[in-house]
């Protein structure tokens, strides 16, 4: 995949945005069960908060967005309230921080950026999928105590 332009990965967010609007809106959808166009969604989102760019290959093994200082970040998109979203242990060594955004009331924002590391320590890890679990209100702390921006 070829470098995309801030107003490419503009216009696709926008898109992106309005078909789940559609989905959820129109049809009825939960935003939980639309996960793969909000996901992706959080990865435009990501690219365009940090001046990144997505990633050269689709589900790039770790990570999704490339910073202009070579940073590497995960992006983790959710519509869930409550609950943790998952990092793996496999690819962890290959991510410098971490993005977690929420889609909530037909919007994104900022649940937690900042370096993999306190995240990781944060969580709860769950042996048979290799997994830590970050739970979400766990990643708003982090934020406040970190004194990290929201992006």
Known sequence: MKDL??????????????????????????PT?????????????????????????VN???FDVICGDGKRISV???????GFVAISETTADNVNDLMVVQYRDGKLSTIYYG?????????????PDKN???????ARRLTAKYGLKQA
């Open 115 to 127: 370096p993999l590391r306190p995240a990781i320590e944060a969580a709860r890890y769950y042996e």
């Open 76 to 82: 983790k998109t959710t519509a869930q309230i409550a």
């Open 132 to 138: 830590y679990e970050l739970d979400i209100s766990k």
């Open 5 to 30: 332009t801030a107003d490419q990965i503009q216009e696709l967010y926008d898109k992106y945005l309005e078909l789940i609007h559609r989905e959820v809106d129109e049809f009825g959808v939960e």
């Open 60 to 62: 790039q093994h770790g």
């Open 33 to 57: 069960e639309v996960r793969h166009l909000i996901g992706r969604l959080g990865e435009f989102y990501c690219a365009l908060q940090t001046g990144g760019q997505l990633a050269h290959t």
